[in-house]
């Protein structure tokens, strides 16, 4: 290990071997034992670490107040908290139970429209429409079990 | 409601470390203050943008408030270091205020020296001394690679070092 590679080493991980890595932690405790620079730039940086850790932040006592009791702008909602609260709205018991009620016949109105529109397939027989008062009669629920023809 | 208490929950939460990096950053307290607080009406105007998946919280306000100062820095020059914040305070001195005074020399000429640190080595240093952020999220708030952030932070010691050694 040189003494540049030592110096990297400390300023990215700090004056403590605990942060140093794993891999390169022997490696730098021998270096140290061995350099006496190494160990001066050592101290140094302990020195550093030490004065930084002194230096106070003031405390704010009034800031939490200021930014909880400030008027709060209308939110920029996303497409589906849009809906979302279209759908819930947080007030108005009425709106919370005919909305979401709209909501669930949408898909059975989208689905009697499509769906006479479209047959998707199923045929219509022409041949039913002629025996239509056969259809009545079986409709009609009479029980013709005793009924001699 | 549950919108607006989520809201308070997460300013008494993220509060003191936000004030923190930004007083760092600016090194006045009326300007941190304003900064603080336009954090968090950014949380409250802009949350749905926020991705919980690609970032924490902390990380996402962190990176509002670094891209502020960085804004108002550009906007109004130089931070103010503590000194001019203790004069302009002159006035208002209280004992909270005189507790963050200056303790001796070598605390005074290091809060110098790294005020007098460009915007980015002070950044860096206050995320991973301060903060206690990893490289990689210092790196992600400040917009830079892990890279240019540990380049940054290998400066800024060589600094203060520097500064200490020839002072003593």
Avoid at chain 1, 1 to 8: D, G, I, P, V
Avoid at chain 1, 9 to 27: N, T
Avoid at chain 1, 114 to 128: A, K, M, T, W
Wanted: glycine share 4%; net charge negative; charged share 25%.
């Amino acid at each position: 290990m040189t003494l540049e590679e030592f110096t990297r080493i400390i300023d990215l991980y700090g004056a403590e071997s605990a942060r140093w890595p794993k891999s390169l932690r022997a490696e730098c405790q021998s270096f140290l034992a061995n350099d006496i620079e190494a160990r001066t730039l050592l101290n140094q940086q302990w020195q550093v670490d030490e004065i930084m850790g002194q230096i106070e932040v003031p405390s704010f006592p009034d800031l939490e107040n200021r930014i909880l009791n400030q008027s709060l702008p209308e939110r920029n909602r996303s497409f589906f908290e849009e809906v979302m609260g279209w759908l819930i709205p947080e007030e108005n018991f009425g709106k919370q139970v005919w909305r979401p009620a709209i909501a669930a016949c949408i898909p059975l109105v989208f689905g009697i429209v499509l769906g006479n529109y479209f047959s998707f397939g199923v045929g219509i027989e022409d041949d039913g429409f002629q025996y239509w008062d056969d259809e009545l009669a079986m409709l009609s629920l009479t029980d013709y079990t005793e009924t001699s023809f | 409601m549950g919108d607006r208490t989520a809201y308070q929950t997460l300013v008494k939460q993220h509060l003191k470390s936000i004030s923190h990096y930004a007083y760092r950053l600016l090194g006045n307290q009326k300007d941190t203050e304003d900064i603080t607080q336009e954090v968090f009406l950014r949380l409250w105007t802009n949350a749905q943008k926020w991705e919980s998946k690609k970032s924490k919280l902390t990380t996402w306000l962190h990176r509002i408030a670094h891209n502020l100062c960085i804004d108002y820095l550009r906007k109004h020059g130089r931070m103010q270091t503590q000194d001019s914040f203790d004069d302009e305070a002159d006035d208002s001195t209280s004992k909270e205020k005189e507790s963050i005074d200056v303790k001796n020399d070598e605390v005074k000429l290091l809060r110098e020296a790294i005020s007098a640190l460009p915007e980015n080595q002070r950044s860096a240093l206050s995320l991973c001394h301060y903060q206690g952020f990893s490289n990689k999220e210092a790196a992600a708030i400040m917009n830079i690679s892990v890279k240019a952030l540990e380049s940054a932070i290998a400066r800024a010691k060589r600094s203060l070092r520097e500064k200490l050694t020839t002072s003593s």
